[in-house]
Every structure is written in structure tokens, then in C-alpha cells.
């Protein structure tokens, strides 16, 4: 298809394994997002890519988190240790650079159930 | 710092009747995006319609039509009439241009639509 996906889609973790999501964007978007959320919240900014470089991740909420994207086109969100409060969606995005684009392009998320 | 408000946390519409849906924002920036997504139960994000902070005109998507009033700093999402299908959560977000290459949105907490038949 020619939208956004990731993989897995769903994904138990027992407390402190180390879990690896990943995002295939639209092909030829420059720019890719991952952001968290929580049940019954609105998503939350996690960190930012222009191609391979990683120009914002404030939004990373430790240093277990990390994320890459070395070839400018699938990213993988890694999170360490896991813990219960990691427990969320994470969706990615991706979107066309420049002043002419207005849409992020959404994929249908990982859900992270930490046990 | 920048903030998204949603208000009302559920709403209800009868089947082919019009819905607002509220939303407020707050922002030091001149240049900025406003946004309505929907997101079903499936929990695909789904873009309906973008305003821009320089746009003259409300924005307008088929059925979907943003009520921009930029000296109140709201961007309500007018849905006419609704359709069983349009049950779901919306969400308003907002990307402040200024911010050099990084477009990340912020998010409002969210408005659950229910359509009643």
C-alpha cells in the first residue's frame, strides 16, 4: 500500500525488555514523526526526522528511548528496560518537506502493553 | 508556551444534524497551522481539515468546515450533516511554523463524537 505502516502491531513486553518498533513511511517523505499516547489522551510529541537526521527529541521522555533512521527512510523506535508507564500507542507520521505541506500522514500505530 | 483546549470531553448528534466541536489554542507565534484529525476506534489518525494562521477564508472539506476566529484564538470543527460513520474521536492539534524545520503538532486532549440514529 502506499500509506504509512508499522510494525508489530501490538506488542506485550514483560517489565524491562527491550522493545523495537518500526515505521515505514510514505516513499519519498522527508520528514518523519513519533509520538505517544496514552489511553483516553490526545498524542504527544516524542521526536522528529528530516531525512536520516534527527533534528528534535525533546519530546523523548528518557534515556531509554531512542530512535533512528539511518537511511532517511524506516525509523525504528527503540525503548529499553521497559516500564509500566510506557504503556501507550505509538503512532508514527510522515509528511513531505517544505512551506507547501500541511498534512502529517499517520500509520496505524503500535500498541505497547507493558506487563 | 503553546496549548491546545478541548473542552468538551463527549458530544452527542443526532444522524443528520450539524455538530461544532470546540477548540482553543494558545500561541506566541504570527505564523502558525491549525488542524482537525479523526481518529475511529480503529486508532488510524485521519486528517480532515487544515487552517493556516494567514488564511482569509474559513477552511472547508466537504462536509467538514473550520470556524477560524483568530483574534478569539479558537478553530471549532463544524461537521454538517453527520453520518453514523462520523462516530469517533477528534482531535484538534496545532503546528507553529516559526519553530525552524520542525513541524511536530500539538495535541488537544481530544472531543468522542457519538452519532445517534
Known amino acids: 500500500g502506499a500509506g504509512v505502516s508499522q510494525s508489530p502491531r501490538y506488542k506485550v513486553a514483560k517489565r524491562g525488555q527491550d522493545v523495537a518498533l518500526r515505521c515505514d513511511p510514505i516513499?519519498?517523505?522527508?520528514?518523519l514523526f513519533w509520538y505517544q499516547q496514552a489511553l483516553g489522551q490526545g498524542p504527544e510529541f516524542l521526536t522528529y526526522?528530516?531525512?536520516?537526521?534527527?533534528?528534535?527529541k525533546s519530546g523523548l521522555p528518557s534515556d531509554r528511548f531512542f530512535a533512528e533512521r539511518p537511511e532517511g527512510s524506516v525509523s525504528t523506535l527503540k525503548i529499553q528496560r521497559t516500564q509500566q508507564e510506557d504503556s501507550a500507542v505509538y503512532l508514527c507520521?510522515?509528511?513531505?518537506?517544505?512551506?507547501?505541506?500541511?498534512?502529517?500522514?499517520f500509520g496505524p500505530g503500535t500498541r505497547l502493553t507493558v506487563l | 508556551a503553546q496549548k491546545i483546549t478541548q473542552t468538551q470531553p463527549g458530544m452527542f448528534v443526532q444522524e443528520k444534524e450539524a455538530v461544532t466541536l470546540d477548540c482553543t489554542y494558545d500561541?506566541?507565534?504570527?505564523?502558525?497551522?491549525l488542524f482537525w484529525y479523526k481518529q475511529p476506534s480503529s486508532g488510524e489518525m485521519i486528517f480532515l481539515i487544515y487552517?493556516?494562521?494567514?488564511d482569509e477564508q474559513n477552511a472547508t472539506e466537504g462536509r467538514y468546515s473550520l470556524n477560524f476566529q483568530k483574534a478569539r484564538k479558537s478553530a471549532n470543527l463544524v461537521i454538517s450533516a453527520s453520518q453514523l460513520g462520523d462516530s469517533a474521536m477528534y482531535f484538534c492539534?496545532?503546528?507553529?511554523?516559526?519553530?525552524?524545520?520542525?513541524?511536530?503538532?500539538?495535541w488537544g486532549l481530544g472531543t468522542s463524537l457519538a452519532v445517534n440514529p
Open positions: 492539534a496545532m503546528r507553529e511554523d516559526n519553530a525552524g524545520n520542525n513541524r511536530k503538532l500539538i
Open positions: 526526522f528530516q531525512n536520516e537526521a534527527q533534528l528534535d
Open positions: 516513499s519519498g517523505h522527508v520528514s
Open positions: 507520521a510522515s509528511s513531505l518537506a517544505g512551506s507547501g505541506d500541511h498534512e502529517q500522514f
Open positions: 487552517q493556516g494562521s494567514y
Open positions: 500561541t506566541s507565534d504570527q505564523s502558525y497551522g
